[in-house]
């Protein structure tokens, strides 16, 4: 099918609890984007922009998208804000890809951000829940990861799945994002640990939830016939996939499957002409343990039921046959909702040019990124590769 776009820089702020405020974690990750592209480039080329946020917490304003073109330096810059609840970066990052191919703009940038932590523990809790149904579950009292909860529930129980599995999730992921020095967290943990840590909505435990986090990360996008113009290792985006669901959960057949992610994934895979044998890697939408799991699944790398073998069996390790969240993942990277999808594709960025130091996955050629608004409801799958 050919290349639909290209990656030519990339940049990522430290997501954490952090004290700078939208606009200069959003000034921050151009900057670094723009410092990225190896031949240079002029910040008047970017012709569009995409701002990914779910709001940035208690800086909820509306047209956000106009501090875009400021803190690019970059003037009357057309740009929009694309909110998608936690998957608004990777529906971003299509949107300047679909940009690019039909020639609106040769050159475009993609930002991630949020700023969550300037609220109460209260409106946090309030405000993760929008990603969800509020006719029926939120005003149930269920939360974000009471969804997840119950998910999890579920799955360990159809699929005789042991809760040791999301422990080797979360132990891997923490090991991961021990080697990030952008991570919220940068510590390991053990299964000692994991298990007796104090349960957040059972199974699940406080190891098995992604943190609240501060953060940005940014894109450059090109066409492919002018990357080599910026860039001699440019990293292809060839397949791109989408879908939704019901917002309830309430709503589905099946609670331990995310059928939009099914129908992302095999639109990504057809549009790329690709394998899954090709993916040498892959940033799952892990914002609890029991999501990584699902996302195996759902991608179709792993059968029903079985992610949680093969999250055990050690294949799923940064040295393992397939290697998955070698940032650390949401859980431990952190989840700054809206910079998440685009903080994805900046690691595919430097594993596949193979500048990702320490976390380096070895032979790295083909990558994917899954991101996922809600408990399922939206998902954007996206197929890069080295060309």
Known sequence: MGHRAAVIGAGHTRFGVLEEGPRSLVRAAV???????????????????????????????????????????VPGLPSARVENACASGGFALHEAVNAIRSGEAEVALVVGLEKMTDVSNARRRFWLGVSGDTEWERQAGLTFAGVYGLIADRYLSVHSVPRAALGAVAVKNHANGALNSNAHFQKAVTPEQVAAAPRVADPLGVYDCCPVSDGAAALLLASPDIAPRFTDTPIYIDGIGASSDSLAVQERADLTRFDATRRAAESAFRSADTERSKV???????????????????????????AGALTLSGATARDGRLPVNPDGGL???????????????????????????????????????????GAGATAAVTIFSVG
């Open 31 to 73: 900057n670094q984007a723009i410092g990225s592209v190896d031949k240079g480039i002029e910040r008047r080329s970017i012709g569009r922009g995409y701002l990914a946020t779910l709001g940035f917490g208690g800086w909820q304003i509306g047209n956000a998208s106009a501090l875009l073109g400021e803190e690019a330096g």
């Open 280 to 306: 040498s890697f892959l940033e799952v939408h892990d914002c609890f343990t029991i999501a990584e799991l699902l996302g195996l699944e759902d991608l179709g790398f792993a059968g029903r039921g079985e």
């Open 331 to 373: 859980k431990a990277k952190g989840h700054p909702i809206g910079a998440t999808g685009v903080s994805q594709a900046y690691e595919v960025f430097l594993q596949l040019r193979g500048t990702a130091g320490a976390r380096q996955v070895p032979n790295a050629r083909t990558a994917l990124t899954h991101n996922v608004g």
